[in-house]
């Protein structure tokens, strides 16, 4: 059980508070912080950058989508490889939870669809300083432009972290290189770095490591959430075209390996939107095993083939007299017909009681497999999130902390655990620093 993670109200406070210090000042990192200052512990925040959430202050395109209201068994379904490890942290603090905590704070939510949970406000950065505001009345002590360049480990115990101090020639920079290094001491240190993604806001890997200098297995960190490259011409003909309601397969030498519904877009290198970017850990994986890859598109998944041939013959019945360009608009985005046509060889000007019966064969199909071959994925530097990190195996889910180094934490994307698009990631953070500041905070 978890009850000797909940803080103690301590007598004699000033000579027994706790020292925590938390290595990142993020979702996880914050709330880390603000849950182990208020159990009473004396936290001192340490920031590379000269801002603290600049990723959050991104996220979801600058709406920042905090959660979800899906319950918790469909919530862990939406992780991958382990969402089993956050069920301890969900239990602790979960969506309604967050959700009374920003309202609290003065910021109301709204629930839109897919049970996807946004500030009313519609702004990222109100729930950044909102955080802000938390961790600064709950007396965390912040420091900026202070990069974490290493742990301080004895006896298998984490003692404190080296600092490279901020010095008066760096003032606005994100990073000093020429500062003082000073180490700090502590009773617990929390790793709350993130992970790859958005390498620009400070995610740049530094946790893993702090980790790996502890012992800790890194399993193989990739982009995921991230949008796909296609080979040939087409996405130059349809970028900007947003597909609504089609489904999705990838195949990997021709064998299907996932699917999904819903919503993606054509950019001017590839596919995006929220069906490819949930796919995307996939293809990734795949391409990285070299296994050829492609995409399935179903533009009519409301229709089988039989009622969608059926379709095709009353329209072409219907409209015989107008040229098959004409006729598409009632199937496809205008944008997409050239494209049908090319690669279904069939002339634009033909009037549609002049289609044969293999050529509505061949738009049948193509209507149902609309093939796109993936060539590569996107950085880092365009990835929601991180794909792998530090392995879960290593890390207690009861209370976030390290199986190899007492009184080391960890909380956030640091952790190899990656969830769909839809707000299920950050609830991680928030739930996993949740968990991990009240666990570090407790007597020993």
């Given amino acids: 059980m978890l009850k000797d993670c909940i803080p103690v109200n301590k007598t004699e406070k000033d000579l027994n508070k706790k020292r925590v210090i938390i290595v990142g000042g993020g979702a996880a990192g914050m709330m880390a912080a603000g ?11 340490f920031e590379k950058m000269n801002q603290l959430g600049r990723k959050l202050g991104i996220s979801g395109k600058g709406r920042c989508n905090i959660t979800n209201t899906a319950p918790v068994a469909d919530f862990i379904e939406e992780f991958y490889p382990s969402g089993l490890f956050l069920r301890q942290a969900f239990s602790r603090f979960f969506s309604d939870d967050l959700i009374s905590f920003f309202e609290e704070f003065g910021l109301p939510t709204v629930s839109e669809r897919g049970g996807r949970v946004f500030p009313a406000s519609g702004k990222a950065t109100d729930v950044k300083n909102v955080l802000i505001r938390f961790i600064e009345k709950a007396g965390v002590k912040i420091n900026l432009n202070s990069p974490v360049k290493g742990l301080i480990i004895k006896n298998n115990e984490a003692v404190g972290v080296k600092v490279l101090e901020p010095t008066s020639s760096i003032t606005g920079k994100t990073k000093n290189e020429s500062g003082k290094e000073t180490k700090y001491f502590s009773d617990a240190i929390i790793i709350t770095t993130g992970g790859l993604s958005y390498p620009a806001t400070g995610s740049t890997g530094d946790g893993y490591k702090f980790a790996k200098s502890a012992g800790h297995k890194i399993n193989q960190t990739r982009p995921a959430l991230v949008p796909l ?27 299907k390996l996932k699917d999904t519904f819903g919503e993606m877009e054509f950019t001017n290198f590839g596919i995006s939107g929220p069906i490819v970017l949930t796919l995307s850990r996939y293809v990734v994986d795949a391409l990285n095993l070299k296994q050829k890859t492609s995409l399935s598109i179903d533009l009519k998944p409301a229709l089988d083939e039989q009622k969608l041939d059926k379709r095709l013959i009353r329209d072409l019945e219907q409209f015989g007299r107008q040229q098959i360009s004409k006729i598409l608009k009632n199937l496809l985005p205008q944008q997409l017909i050239p494209v049908c046509l090319d690669e279904t060889k069939i002339s634009p000007k033909k009037a549609g009681h002049q289609i044969t019966a293999d050529e509505r064969k061949r ?13 590569g994925y996107r950085p880092f530097s365009e990835a929601i999130i991180t794909a792998g990190g530090v392995s879960t195996k290593e890390i207690n889910p009861r209370t976030m902390e390290s199986r190899l180094i007492k009184n080391l934490y960890f909380a956030g994307e640091i952790l190899d655990v990656d969830g769909n698009t839809g707000g299920y990631n950050l609830q991680a953070a928030f739930s996993t620093g949740w968990l991990a500041g009240r666990c570090a905070a407790k007597y020993f």
């Avoid at 159990?39 to 925040?45: N, T």
């Avoid at 738009?363 to 060539?375: G, I, M, S, Y």
Wanted: charged share 25%; glycine share 8%.
């Fill in 229 to 255: 490259e296609i080979s040939g011409n087409i996405v130059s003909k349809l970028a900007g075209l947003h597909l609504r309601n089609v489904r999705v397969k990838i195949l990997t030498n021709d064998i």
């Fill in 35 to 45: 849950q182990a200052a208020l159990g009473g512990a004396e936290v001192l925040l």
């Fill in 363 to 375: 738009l049948k199909l193509w209507l149902k497999d609309f093939r796109l071959d993936v060539t």
